[in-house]
C-alpha cells in the first residue's frame, strides 16, 4: 500500500505542474516562441548538467566495475526492444514524424523522476547500485542512439530528400557529452569544486519542471480533446509496459537456466525500471526534430497517469522474480 500511495504522490506531481504549463499557456503568460526556448535550454544545457552530477554523486570506479555482470541483460533487453519496434514500424508503417518517438517510447524510461524515487520506496538504499545498471544502460540508449532515431525521422528533410550527411551535434549529442565528461572524470578521480558542483546541480534541477511545463504548453495548444489512444498510441504504450518488462525477464530466466543467476533484488530492480513510464523529454526531442510533437506529449502524459495502474501489477510480477 504504502508503494502505491508513493507512486500515486510521484504521478500527481508530474501531472501539477504539467497542469501549471497548461494554464499559464492558456492564459499567455508564455509567447509561442517559449516552449522553443526552454527545448533549447532543456537539451543543450540543463540535461547534460543533470547527467554529469546524477554520476558524480551516484557512481565510482569499483561501484562501475561491480556492475559489469548484471548490465547484460538490461542491454540485451533494450537491444531486443529496439529490434522489435522497429520491425513494428515496418509492418504497421508507422508514418514519418512518429517512428523515431514510437521507438524511444517502446524502450527508453523516466529513471531518474519516477523510476528512482519508485526503487528507493519499494527497495530502500540497498538498491541503489542496481538501479544504476539500468539507469547507465538508460541513459546511453537515449542520448547515443534514441535521440538519433528521432533526428534522423525528420519529416522536413524527407519531404526535401535532404541527404544525410554526418552530423556531429546529432551523433554526440549534448546530453551524452556530459555522461561522457562524467564516466571520464570519474575514473580519473577528479575532484569536482564545489562551486562548480552546486551550479550544475542548481542547472541540472531544471530539467524535470521545464520538461513538465513544456508538456502542459503543447497540451494548452493541442487541446486536451486531441488526447487519445489511436492504434500508435496504444501500440507504443503496450512496448513501454508489456513488451520491455516481459523481454527483460525472459532473459533473466534464460539467464539463471544458464548458470548466471543475478541476485533476486538485482532481477527486480532491473524489471521495475524496465517498466516505468515515458521519457518527460520526448515532446522535446521530437520538437527538436520537427517530429509529432503532439503524439509524443500524448504518449508520455497517458504513459504517467496509466502508471498508477501498472504499480499494483508489477508489484505481484515481482513476487515470482
Not at 508530474?14 to 499557456?25: E, N, P, Q, S
Not at 554523486?57 to 531486443?80: D, Q
Not at 514524424?97 to 527497495?123: D, K
Not at 501500440?235 to 539463471?256: D, E, H, M, T, W
Amino acid at each position: 500500500m504504502h508503494v502505491f500511495l508513493t507512486s500515486v504522490s510521484s504521478v500527481t506531481v508530474i501531472v501539477l505542474i504539467m497542469a501549471l504549463g497548461y494554464v499559464l499557456r492558456k492564459k499567455k503568460w508564455f509567447s509561442d516562441s517559449f516552449g522553443k526556448n526552454i527545448s533549447s535550454l532543456i537539451t543543450k544545457i540543463a540535461l547534460p548538467a543533470s547527467i554529469f552530477m546524477a554520476v558524480m554523486n551516484n557512481l565510482t570506479r569499483e561501484k562501475l566495475l561491480g556492475l559489469s555482470t548484471g548490465i547484460v541483460f538490461p542491454i540485451l533487453g533494450v537491444v531486443i526492444g529496439y529490434l522489435i519496434a522497429w520491425l513494428t514500424v515496418k509492418v504497421l508503417k508507422i508514418r514519418p514524424g512518429r517512428r523515431g518517438i514510437f521507438m524511444n517510447g517502446v524502450v527508453n524510461a523516466n529513471t531518474i523522476f519516477i523510476g528512482m524515487p519508485l526503487n528507493q520506496a519499494l527497495f530502500g538504499d540497498r538498491a541503489t547500485t542496481y538501479f544504476l545498471i539500468y539507469y547507465i544502460v538508460n541513459t546511453v540508449s537515449t542520448w547515443a542512439f534514441g535521440v538519433f532515431l528521432i533526428s534522423n525521422d525528420d519529416p522536413t528533410n524527407l519531404k526535401t530528400h535532404q541527404t544525410h550527411q554526418i552530423n556531429w551535434k546529432k551523433i554526440l549529442p549534448m546530453p551524452l557529452v556530459g555522461f561522457l565528461v562524467a564516466i571520464v572524470w570519474m575514473l580519473l578521480k577528479l575532484p569536482v569544486p564545489n562551486f562548480a558542483g552546486e551550479t550544475l546541480s542548481y542547472v541540472g534541477a531544471l530539467v524535470t519542471p521545464l520538461s513538465l511545463i513544456y508538456i502542459g504548453i503543447v497540451l494548452a495548444d493541442a487541446g486536451l480533446n486531441n488526447m487519445k489512444l489511436d492504434r500508435d498510441s496504444t501500440l507504443a504504450l503496450l512496448g513501454r509496459f508489456v513488451l520491455s518488462p516481459v523481454v527483460l525477464i525472459i532473459l533473466i530466466k534464460l539467464g539463471a537456466a544458464s548458470g548466471i543467476e543475478l541476485p533476486t533484488l538485482m532481477s527486480q530492480t532491473l524489471v521495475v525500471q524496465s517498466a516505468t513510464p515515458m521519457l518527460a523529454v520526448l515532446p522535446i526531442l521530437a520538437n527538436e526534430a520537427h517530429g509529432d510533437v503532439n503524439y509524443a506529449t500524448n504518449i508520455v502524459t497517458i504513459s504517467t497517469v496509466a502508471f498508477i495502474i501498472v504499480v499494483p501489477v508489477l508489484m505481484g510480477i515481482l513476487q515470482f522474480i
